[in-house]
């Protein structure tokens, strides 16, 4: 099972790699500030349409952000 701690590290992670603001991601993907605190405090995992918005807000698959690949870039071909 896919846990919401790691996606949230996978998403902090490639955002500051990306110098991306996190509070404006989230604005940006209609997404609450909390969303990410929550994931990381143990809470449930994102719905698959918000996963999709915050993957191509940041230009990575969803399988990167669910860890299923190493690869942010596995969508391109």
Known sequence: MYEANNIAQRIKYLAKEEKVQLKIMLESCNLSKNTLSSML???STPKSENLAKIADYLD???DY???RTDNPNSHKS
Do not use: A, H, K
């Open 65 to 67: 952000l669910l860890g």
């Open 41 to 43: 405090s143990g809470g």
């Open 60 to 62: 990575c698959s969803v």
